[in-house]
């Protein structure tokens, strides 16, 4: 998890001193993978939830 954090960092910080369109469409390339991983962890905690809550309810 940390390899791929510094990983990511150090690719926005090379698109970060390029300022070439290249560079931006990599920065925003790596922006909506790093957003798409930050929904799937959100989901995934959700549909733990909903689970867990709908076990619950089934055992009352």
Do not use: C, D, W
């Not at 690719?11 to 909506?32: D, E, I, M």
């Amino acid at each position: 998890m940390r390899f791929f954090l510094t990983y990511g960092a150090r690719k926005v910080h090379l698109a970060y001193k390029s300022p070439t369109v290249a560079g931006l469409l990599f920065y925003l390339l790596n922006n909506l993978y790093f957003i798409g991983f930050i929904q799937a962890i959100i989901f995934a905690v959700l549909a733990m939830l909903a689970f867990s809550s709908f076990t619950r309810a089934e055992a009352h």
